[in-house]
């Protein structure tokens, strides 16, 4: 199948700022998304106690960055998003509860220009998913890890594969099966067929093993249930 457009996917972004504000409604076909932000955030905090500077990308309505802020108050905030509408609302949140400088960048971070060395923790919360080839997985990687100070961090919550194609298909039948519950059959193969037009996920293993390569001192796992893992990378 052929995979949405970076346009395709702002547009549908564009269009659903109200349910990506609200944690519990909009994370709902995303298996514990409640966790894994407590988890990413808590240890970004650990690992960058002092932390001055942050960059949420695919920020989304900044639900990542409100609850970084909620454990290490007043930042300066980053965001960037494919879309306007959603960058206005998380602006508009997270100037809110920082007195740190909050900065906008409308793109894609594969093309947007940032400072290299300039961010204490970097967050990608289910948005790395929509890279694409391996060569588009490993440039961006670099770029993140180039972005961050030493001993900063780059914290993924994500949706994700496995490498062993008949473990791969027990977890998404997993994933369908939960997703039946919340909605009935249809819900199902809503969410189904948008992920497989929309993203195309890579294995934990994969990007740990990737994060390795570009230069990160240490990797770590912090959670995974069925095809949702939280992990990340200290610089």
């Known amino acids: 199948m052929k995979k949405s457009t970076i346009a395709e996917i702002k547009e549908r972004f564009d269009n659903d700022v109200e349910r990506f504000s609200n944690l519990e409604t909009g994370q709902v076909a995303t298996i514990d998304a409640t966790i894994s932000l407590e988890l990413i955030t808590e240890a970004s905090k650990r690992i960058v106690p002092n932390a001055a500077t942050i960059l949420d990308v695919g920020c989304g309505a900044g639900n990542y960055t409100l609850k970084m802020l909620s454990k290490v108050p007043n930042l300066n905030c980053t965001l960037v998003d494919l879309s306007l509408p959603m960058l206005n609302r998380a602006f508009e949140r997270v100037s809110a ?107 934990m293993n994969y990007q740990l093993d990737l994060m390795k390569k570009v230069g990160f001192s240490k990797v770590e796992i912090l959670h995974k249930n069925m095809c949702f893992g939280a992990f990340g990378g200290i610089k």
């Open 97 to 203: 509860e920082t007195k740190g400088k909050v900065e906008i960048k409308q793109g894609d971070i594969r093309e947007i220009d940032l400072d290299e060395n300039s961010f204490d923790i970097i967050l990608a919360g289910a948005v790395l998913h929509h890279l694409r080839d391996d060569k588009d997985w490993e440039t961006t990687f670099t770029k993140l890890f180039k972005l961050l100070k030493p001993g900063g961090c780059l914290m993924i919550s994500d949706l994700i594969t496995q490498d062993t194609e008949l473990l791969n298909e027990y977890t998404w039948q997993r994933y369908g099966e939960y997703l039946e519950g919340i909605g009935g059959a249809e819900y199902r193969r809503k969410v189904l067929d948008y992920i497989e037009k929309e993203d195309s996920p890579r294995s």
